[in-house]
């Protein structure tokens, strides 16, 4: 059973839901960026992780993400290099059941999938240990050739609605996405925020009637007051602008990779811990 599936199996039989952090790969540093994998899913709790795959065209990030994308992609970052890092990464925690277990979800631009080779990126990203893949520019009517190749390597294809998707193309997004639906909180572009929608709890609830497959929310969370608000009506929670920020601020005060990863570790458990 593909890691995802297993995941939300088991959380929606305890009754619990899920935090995913996001990290962008290779910001500050690739090993800064497994590092932290390593924490947020060992000793700060997190469920899962999503690792953006840098671009220099970034779909629907906001400033923060798309600063830390050009910060990677200055530094010299190569997918091979990060795909190689999460198959080491992957041997390394073989033996550690929490690890070994947690899925890891790329976010990356169809672009880039399809100048790597869309056979290649996805036998490559299967091989490196990766379970689903996030692809935020590709939509649903164009998908049917990397949903047939993804459920060959039993890779899960996770696609997006958002507040603005009309209700007849939200089902159908709904029927095809494998893994979870990534709802976007709100119009527009990642980034933290002090409020949601008001009827951002009425829209997932309807959609949940929809579908029977996982729906995390991303797209605003960055305190554990939002957690609690919306985990009520999400399998899933994803952390994102909040995280990558964070983690730009403590490279620039000079922080040392420990204390980096501890303080990011500190701030996702407490995530973590709001979900009780």
């Not at 910001?27 to 800064?32: I, R, V, W």
């Not at 169809?110 to 990126?121: E, F, M, P, Q, T």
């Not at 899960?156 to 709802?183: D, H, M, N």
């Not at 994803?238 to 620039?252: F, N, Q, T, Y």
Request: charged share 20%.
């Amino acid at each position: 059973m593909n890691r995802i599936d297993a995941l939300f199996s088991r959380l929606r039989s305890e009754g619990r839901r899920a935090i995913m952090p996001f990290l962008t790969a290779g910001d500050p540093d690739l090993d800064t960026t497994l590092a932290l994998v390593r924490n947020c899913l060992g000793e700060s709790g997190a469920h899962l992780v999503e690792l953006g795959i840098p671009y220099s065209d970034p779909i629907a990030d906001g400033p923060v993400i798309a600063a830390s994308y050009n910060r990677a992609l200055v530094h010299g970052i190569k997918l091979d290099t990060i795909l190689s890092s999460v198959q080491s990464w992957r041997k390394e925690t073989a033996n550690d059941p929490r690890q070994s277990s947690a899925p890891l979800v790329t976010m990356v631009s169809y672009s880039i999938v399809y100048k790597h080779g869309l056979d290649r990126y996805v036998t490559e990203a299967a091989a490196a240990g990766v379970d689903g893949l996030i692809v935020p520019d590709l939509p649903v009517e164009e998908a049917a050739k990397l949903e047939s190749r993804v459920a060959a390597e039993n890779l899960k294809l996770i696609q997006l609605v958002t507040p603005t998707t009309p209700r007849e193309r939200a089902i159908r997004i709904a029927k095809t996405s494998t893994g979870f639906l990534y709802y976007v909180s709100v119009a527009g572009i990642t980034g933290e925020r002090s409020q949601f929608p008001p009827d951002l709890a009425e829209k997932v609830g309807w959609l949940r009637t929809q579908t029977d497959i996982p729906i995390c929310i991303g797209f605003g969370i960055s305190k554990p007051e939002h957690v609690r608000q919306l985990a009520p009506v999400a399998d899933g929670l994803i952390i994102g602008s909040a995280i990558v920020r964070r983690i730009h601020d403590l490279s620039e005060q000079g922080a040392s990779r420990e204390s980096l990863v501890q303080d990011i570790g500190q701030f996702v458990a407490e995530m973590v811990k709001a979900l009780d």
